[in-house]
């Protein structure tokens, strides 16, 4: 035993090394904006046409698939893992604690029942949020992007990781180490956190920031006075209107740098969007995203292609149904 094991390590070292690269290299290679060129052409087409539909029935829309393409990729990768249902053995990811506002499922659903027709078992439920997730943008002002595609569906989705996303209470440290640990750095996560600008938030992932803050204070100091009157107004305690909250900022419905512009206002909504002022490390990108809409947009965009690339899997299966495995 004991001389076995200095003569095994370096080869099992050597081997796990030789197994990473390959993951490292296999990623890079097998996502491309050109993937469905040949087997689906209409496949982009068909996702922006019903993605278009749905915003025009509900505005919501474009906030919760922005939404929905985050949260899938920081859990398990971007593998459309929170799709799927929860069966009788398993609750799965979407059933989770932090579920309240993910509800665009049957847009998904829609434009996959529409690709199937089109050709089947082709475009991969994963691949069909990434796209939605940069229609929303640039149907709302943001920039546009070639998305890159490729990606196969996962298999396994469980509730009990959701507790693995970054919390509205997070602060900086906790928050740059969450992104960290998907190989994203301060400039995703200050790009990614401007998804904001189309969020709307129920007054639950920030009432403890008006109410009873802590024994000294009876709101959050790093909350503009006026603003805090104003969360105070819509989010009273008690509160008996469920659906009661805040826009994350003030032009939520077009995609813009405004998110920033109240950050440095002091009228962030969630403690996880003014701590990034509140530290040295992410208050200079915050202050420059807000003085320039373009530096941002470009931000932007380089960190949802990086978000995109978090955890993709080569093997695996294209769904049929995004709600089931194969
Ligand atoms: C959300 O999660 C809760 C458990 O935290 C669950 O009871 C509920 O069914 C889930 N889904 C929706 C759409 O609220
Ligand atoms: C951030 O939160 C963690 C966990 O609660 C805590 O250990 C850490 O001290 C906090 N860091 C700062 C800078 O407040
Ligand atoms: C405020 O919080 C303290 C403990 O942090 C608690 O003892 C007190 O009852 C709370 N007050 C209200 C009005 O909720
Ligand atoms: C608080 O908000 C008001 C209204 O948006 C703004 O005029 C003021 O400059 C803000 N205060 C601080 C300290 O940023």
Not at 4 to 18: D, R, Y
Request: net charge positive; glycine share 8%.
């Amino acid at each position: 035993m004991a001389l076995s094991v200095p003569k095994a390590l370096p080869g099992v070292t050597l081997l796990v090394l030789q197994l990473l690269l390959a993951i490292v290299a296999l990623s890079r290679a097998s996502l491309n904006v050109h993937h469905y060129d040949q087997a689906c052409p209409r496949a982009e087409e068909i996702i922006l046409e019903t993605v278009r539909k749905a915003t025009r029935n509900d505005p919501k829309v474009p906030a919760r698939l922005l939404r929905m393409f985050f949260h899938d990729c920081f859990i398990r990768g971007c593998d459309a893992s929170l799709l799927l249902d929860s069966t009788p053995g398993n609750q799965a990811e979407k059933d989770g604690p932090p579920n309240i506002s993910v509800r665009a499922f049957y847009v998904i659903d829609e434009a996959k029942a529409k690709l199937e027709m089109a050709c089947p078992g082709t475009v991969s439920c994963a691949d069909i949020i990434a796209i939605a997730a940069r229609d929303v943008v640039s149907m709302t002002g943001g920039p546009y992007w070639e998305v890159l595609k490729g990606r196969k569906d996962g298999r396994v989705s469980k509730a009990s990781e959701t507790i693995n996303l970054p919390a509205p209470t997070f602060n900086v440290s906790q928050l740059i180490q969450s992104f960290a640990k998907r190989g994203l750095g301060l400039k995703e996560l200050v790009a990614v956190s401007g998804g904001h600008t189309l969020g709307f938030s129920h007054c639950s992932s920030f009432q403890a920031r008006i109410h009873n803050f802590s024994s000294t204070h009876d709101t959050d100091p790093s909350i503009n006075l006026s603003f805090a009157r104003e969360l105070k107004k819509k989010c009273p305690k008690p509160n008996k209107d469920r659906n009661a909250g805040q826009f994350l900022d003030r032009t939520a419905s077009t995609f813009d740098n405004d998110y920033y512009r109240r950050l440095m206002a002091g009228e962030g909504v969630f403690g996880s969007d003014q701590v990034l002022v509140g530290d040295h490390r992410t208050k200079w990108l915050v202050q420059s995203f807000s003085e320039d809409q373009g530096l941002f947009f470009k931000g932007f965009v380089a960190s949802m292609v990086n978000l995109g690339n978090v955890g993709v899997k080569e093997e695996g299966e294209v769904r049929r149904k995004c709600r089931l495995v194969n």
